[in-house]
């Protein structure tokens, strides 16, 4: 079942008037199906961050549509301004990024329960939905332990837990592995592919990476270039099989 369905979206920057106008997305079409890893790979400017600001619902379209198929309720949107579309993001999307973006001095639990609180949740439903989140992506054991104490990767993965707080369906991962080292790096790809195949409440993930390895562990990669995205063959030249 398709979760998410991108059409002929596009995006521009500058002026047409003073010939400083950049087009950057020219018609992007993608789907994501529940459940699936996808990989979003190309050269640096050459417009992910954008596209995933407009499926986040941070950043408008100047055309084109999205489609986000949740459960109970369907949302269509791309040209809406961001406080149009505050209902994508609190209960559609979540968001992973290359810095954790904790407060270093607050517990694991607490990182991932404020996030619950300022969206007007009450404290001690907030405190559950955070250790069922915490639990989940391995971190049982560091509940109550300040973030400024975790490792690189034990700290991606407590920004993993506020992220999928919530039941959202859909994250966003804008380069998540890298401040990390390569083992830390692996490791989030795992719990990414864990979370997608949980046989209760999968996922579905568009992981943007500068990582060809990490890539081919995805179930699928697309490749973004001239303004749009296409299926890449980069397993092909890696030599990965299925």
Known sequence: MTL??????????????FNTRIEVLKGVNLSIKRGELVALMGPSGCGKSTLLNIIGGLLRADSGKIELDLLNSKYVY????PSGVVEVRRNGIGWIFQDFHLLEQLTAQDNVALALEIKGMKEEE????????????????????PAGQLSGGQQQRVAVARAITGSRPLLLADEPTGNLDVKSGEDVITLFKELCRDPLNPISILMVTHDPMLATK?????????????ASNIKDAWGVTE
Not at 7 to 17: D, H, I, N, P
Not at 78 to 81: A, V
Not at 218 to 230: E, N, P, Q, S
């Open 218 to 230: 995805a179930d699928r990669m697309l490749l973004m270039k001239d303004g749009i995205t296409a």
């Open 4 to 17: 998410l369905e991108v059409q002929e979206l596009k995006r521009g920057f500058g002026s047409k008037t």
């Open 126 to 145: 907030a405190d559950e939905k955070a250790i069922e989140a915490l639990i989940k992506v391995g971190l049982e054991d560091r509940i109550d332990f």
């Open 78 to 81: 791309g040209k809406e301004n």
